[in-house]
T-cell receptor
Framework: SQKIEQNSEALNIQEGKTATLTCNYT??????LQWYRQDPGRGPVFLLL?????KEKRKERLKVTFDTTLKQSLFHITASQPADSATYLC???????????FGRGTSLIVHP | GAVVSQHPSRVICKSGTSVKIECRSL??????MFWYRQFPKQSLMLMAT?????????EQGVEKDKFLINHASLTLSTLTVTSAHPEDSSFYIC????????????FGPGTRLLVL
């Protein structure tokens, strides 16, 4: 069956360090992979989209990699700040489909 | 960026009543809108996909007679929870997309439903 796995344990890091979150998937051939941020009691906010033929995408302090051989995406936040504390969701979308599927998300806590 | 609004943000109702949640795209035309439900510390679960002017496509296990979806215009979709029960209490979130697969989805702020 299709699975999207994100670490259910919260990631605790110190301010200024780089946070790295992982999204692994099985039995998918996603054409697109997206990362979202979700704060408690709020809807997700889009951060980055990466296509299957792209290895890496950057936006300010954010970087996403996409390895279709390993079936894995890594999401990095450099120079992390307490304001980056949130839950980060990855979502996969097969080619030709309008329907993305979301992982459970990983909580990031950045300590001052 | 594009904005999606939801109304109400929070609703408390008695068991057996119906609740309507509105989802609007404020500065773009949404050809496709999605409705999700999210339980605490769980992932977003897709309930249905709606395209303007056509019937919604419901995910397996979602009762279409209980969760009525209407996508009457390119900027408005509504979800009506009919005869709500306590187990329907959840966080309901809509999202909208204006074009093709792979384009960004914009999410609403969510509606917290509590059924007593």
């Amino acid at each position: 069956s299709q699975k999207i796995e994100q670490n259910s344990e919260a990631l605790n890091i110190q301010e200024g360090k780089t946070a790295t979150l992982t999204c692994n998937y099985t039995n998918y051939s996603p054409a697109y992979l997206q990362w979202y941020r979700q704060d408690p009691g709020r809807g997700p906010v889009f951060l980055l989209l990466i296509r299957e033929n792209e290895k890496e995408k950057r936006k300010e302090r954010l970087k996403v990699t996409f390895d279709t051989t390993l079936k894995q995406s890594l999401f990095h936040i450099t120079a992390s700040q307490p304001a980056d504390s949130a839950t980060y969701l990855c979502a996969l979308e097969p080619g030709g489909s309008y329907i993305p599927t979301f992982g459970r998300g990983t909580s990031l806590i950045v300590h001052p | 960026g594009a904005v999606v609004s939801q109304h109400p943000s929070r609703v408390i109702c008695k068991s057996g009543t119906s609740v309507k949640i509105e989802c609007r795209s404020l500065d773009f035309q949404a050809t496709t809108m999605f409705w999700y439900r999210q339980f605490p510390k769980q992932s977003l679960m897709l309930m249905a996909t709606s395209n303007e002017g056509s019937k919604a496509t419901y995910e397996q296990g979602v009762e279409k007679d209980k969760f009525l979806i209407n996508h009457a215009s390119l900027t408005l979709s509504t979800l009506t929870v009919t005869s709500a029960h306590p187990e329907d209490s959840s966080f309901y979130i809509c999202s909208a997309r204006d074009r093709d697969p792979g384009e960004t989805q914009y999410f609403g702020p969510g509606t917290r439903l509590l059924v007593l």
